[in-house]
């Protein structure tokens, strides 16, 4: 039988693509706009519980075209995959229907589990922590979320302004002396709208000259910006606090910070840690007079090109600088290239099921050039041509890779995701459900993953690179201090030794 041709001479089919591929199109900028709202929401602490509450995708197949029906084919500016002669390219029905009804059947990041590459191995290092610095770790946890509060009692709130130079945006800062513990905490937290801080904001690595002790180590500019205008606030408030009551010179400084605030208080800890007279300033003189100093942040992006560390000097022992990162966060790889691959893996089809593809173990790299395209699905080609267009290299092919990072143990399809720029800070550790076997094809309320318990591990930053993690729920500070609050109570019973 020959081709039916519509009114306006173009095949039946080449218009039914054509729609599907706007339909795709106009998906992608509805997730990537949904996405925005629900980790803005989640940054200032408004948003608690199940992803179904935000996310809602009324799906609307294109119906199939009818002879009796004249179809317009209307090309979408947004990003449409492209032929030969720049035509948009044909997409089968089995593919439009597979889009449709995966986000009609599963929430919104369900699908990102189907891969292999989302779950790190079972078999890292337990997390051992001296008793005494649990407390250390609920209190960051707590600060790091009323830091989203006005302050109260004691509690001091600074405003450090927006940057229109770098992008970067305003961030705001709470301390208070917590004399029965004998530590003052600072709790940093940023005002940004995620997209801005992870994909629009300045993110090209900037020489921290004057800052850091290597100016080789490149950091995040919109991060590295707003660090630096805070050292004259902090320095002004700690002065104070030390004049308000000299035994404060006892005590120990904890800084903490959740998302881009835990970014931005890795990267004053730093300087403040600052061994060189290049990298002096009136703030890190005041590092001396504290008995102690330490970092704990939570769901923090990467900042950094080497992971920042602190100083190996017998001085430093007893200092804590830890990064709590809940598996799945997608805010803990976050930077423009693993946004848009997220994003993108949004949109696509769903890859073959785990217990479908175990049948065949996953092809070699050279075998799946094509971003976006699950090992071992064959047909899921990506429809979105422009955020196809990211360095299609899997982390692995890094120069930092290492043998350790990411091949799961188990087959499945992998998600590609592009080679990251910038490490995360401190010891890394990774909190998982305590109960892996409970699976469930719905999202999980921040209640229900306390209720599975959690089991706390030490990785590198070499271990997250070329992970594809993208549930927004894992980003929940109250999950964070939830679950840390678990932890300290297992260490306190020793249930969790």
Same mark, same amino acid.
């Given at each position: 039988?020959?081709?039916?041709?519509?009114?306006?001479?173009?095949?039946?089919?080449?218009?039914?693509?054509?729609?599907?591929?706007?339909?795709?199109?106009?998906?992608?900028?509805?997730?990537?706009?949904?996405?925005?709202?629900?980790?803005?929401?989640? @940054?200032?602490?408004? $948003?608690?519980?199940?992803?179904? @509450?935000?996310?809602?995708?009324?799906?609307?197949?294109?119906?199939?075209?009818?002879?009796?029906?004249?179809?317009?084919?209307?090309?979408?500016?947004?990003?449409? %995959?492209?032929?030969?002669?720049?035509?948009?390219? =044909?997409?089968?029905?089995?593919?439009?229907?597979?889009?449709?009804?995966?986000?009609?059947?599963?929430?919104?990041?369900?699908?990102?589990?189907?891969?292999?590459?989302?779950?790190?191995?079972?078999?890292?290092?337990?997390?051992?922590?001296?008793?005494?610095? $649990?407390?250390?770790?609920?209190? /960051?946890?707590? $600060?790091?979320?009323?830091?989203?509060?006005?302050?109260?009692?004691?509690?001091?709130?600074? #405003?450090?302004?927006?940057?229109?130079?770098?992008?970067?945006?305003?961030?705001?800062?709470?301390?208070?002396?917590?004399?029965?513990?004998?530590?003052?905490? +600072?709790?940093?937290?940023?005002?940004?709208?995620?997209?801005?801080?992870?994909?629009?904001?300045?993110?090209?690595?900037?020489?921290?000259?004057?800052?850091? @002790?290597?100016?080789?180590?490149?950091? #995040?500019?919109?991060?590295?910006?707003?660090?630096?205008?805070?050292?004259?606030?902090?320095? &002004?408030?700690?002065?104070?606090?030390?004049?308000?009551? *000299?035994?404060?010179?006892?005590?120990?400084?904890?800084?903490?910070?959740?998302?881009?605030?835990? /970014?931005?208080?890795?990267?004053?800890?730093?300087?403040?840690?600052?061994?060189?007279?290049? &990298?002096?300033? =009136?703030?890190?003189?005041?590092?001396?007079? +504290? %008995?102690?100093?330490?970092?704990?942040?939570?769901?923090? *992006?990467?900042?950094?090109?080497?992971?920042?560390?602190?100083?190996?000097?017998?001085?430093?022992?007893?200092?804590? +600088?830890?990064? +709590?990162?809940?598996?799945?966060?997608?805010?803990?790889?976050?930077?423009? /290239? $693993?946004?848009?691959?997220?994003?993108?893996?949004?949109?696509?089809?769903?890859?073959?099921?785990?217990?479908?593809?175990?049948?065949?173990?996953?092809?070699?790299?050279?075998?799946?050039?094509?971003?976006?395209?699950?090992?071992?699905?064959?047909?899921?080609?990506?429809?979105?041509?422009?955020?196809?267009?990211?360095?299609?290299?899997?982390?692995?092919?890094?120069?930092?890779?290492?043998?350790?990072?990411?091949?799961?143990?188990?087959?499945?399809?992998?998600?590609?995701?592009?080679?990251?720029?910038?490490?995360?800070?401190?010891?890394?550790?990774?909190?998982?459900?305590?109960?892996?076997?409970? %699976?469930?094809?719905?999202?999980?309320?921040?209640?229900?993953?306390?209720?599975?318990?959690?089991?706390?591990?030490?990785?590198?930053?070499?271990?997250?690179?070329?992970?594809?993690?993208?549930?927004?729920?894992?980003?929940?500070?109250?999950?964070?201090?939830?679950?840390?609050?678990?932890? /300290?109570? =297992?260490?306190?019973?020793?249930?969790?030794?």
């Amino acid at each position: 039988m020959g081709q039916q041709i519509l009114n306006d001479g173009l095949p039946r089919w080449h218009s039914y693509g054509t729609q599907m591929l706007n339909q795709s199109a106009a998906m992608y900028d509805q997730i990537c706009s949904s996405f925005n709202d629900v980790m803005t929401l989640i @940054d200032r602490d408004k $948003y608690i519980g199940n992803e179904n @509450d935000l996310f809602t995708y009324q799906s609307h197949p294109v119906p199939p075209p009818s002879a009796k029906v004249r179809q317009h084919a209307v090309v979408h500016k947004g990003p449409a %995959k492209k032929g030969k002669k720049g035509t948009p390219k =044909e997409v089968s029905k089995g593919q439009a229907n597979a889009i449709t009804s995966s986000f009609a059947s599963r929430g919104y990041f369900a699908k990102v589990e189907l891969y292999a590459n989302s779950k790190l191995s079972s078999d890292l290092t337990p997390l051992r922590l001296h008793i005494p610095t $649990y407390p250390l770790v609920c209190l /960051a946890a707590q $600060y790091s979320e009323r830091v989203y509060e006005n302050p109260r009692g004691e509690e001091r709130d600074a #405003h450090v302004d927006a940057d229109w130079r770098t992008g970067a945006k305003a961030m705001r800062i709470k301390s208070v002396p917590m004399d029965h513990m004998n530590t003052i905490v +600072f709790a940093i937290r940023g005002t940004a709208t995620f997209m801005d801080w992870s994909v629009n904001l300045n993110t090209a690595p900037t020489a921290p000259k004057g800052f850091l @002790d290597d100016p080789n180590n490149f950091c #995040h500019a919109g991060f590295l910006s707003v660090a630096r205008k805070m050292i004259s606030p902090v320095a &002004a408030r700690l002065r104070h606090l030390l004049e308000e009551d *000299p035994r404060r010179c006892s005590y120990s400084l904890l800084i903490t910070g959740h998302s881009a605030g835990g /970014a931005v208080a890795s990267l004053l800890y730093a300087h403040m840690l600052s061994t060189s007279k290049a &990298a002096s300033s =009136e703030l890190s003189i005041l590092t001396g007079c +504290f %008995k102690r100093v330490h970092c704990i942040t939570f769901g923090t *992006p990467p900042v950094s090109l080497l992971p920042l560390q602190k100083p190996s000097g017998s001085e430093f022992k007893k200092f804590v +600088f830890l990064t +709590f990162i809940n598996e799945g966060d997608p805010v803990a790889r976050a930077d423009k /290239a $693993y946004v848009k691959s997220l994003l993108e893996l949004f949109v696509a089809p769903a890859p073959v099921e785990a217990k479908e593809s175990s049948k065949h173990p996953p092809p070699s790299k050279s075998s799946s050039p094509k971003h976006g395209k699950a090992h071992g699905t064959g047909s899921n080609t990506s429809l979105i041509s422009k955020t196809s267009k990211v360095s299609v290299k899997s982390s692995r092919s890094s120069p930092r890779s290492s043998s350790k990072s990411t091949k799961p143990k188990t087959p499945g399809p992998i998600w590609d995701v592009p080679p990251s720029t910038l490490s995360n800070a401190g010891q890394i550790v990774i909190l998982r459900s305590g109960n892996s076997s409970s %699976k469930t094809k719905r999202a999980k309320t921040v209640e229900e993953r306390l209720s599975e318990g959690v089991v706390a591990q030490v990785a590198t930053d070499e271990q997250l690179r070329g992970l594809i993690w993208g549930d927004p729920v894992c980003h929940v500070m109250k999950l964070y201090i939830g679950r840390v609050e678990l932890l /300290a109570v =297992e260490a306190v019973t020793a249930r969790g030794y």
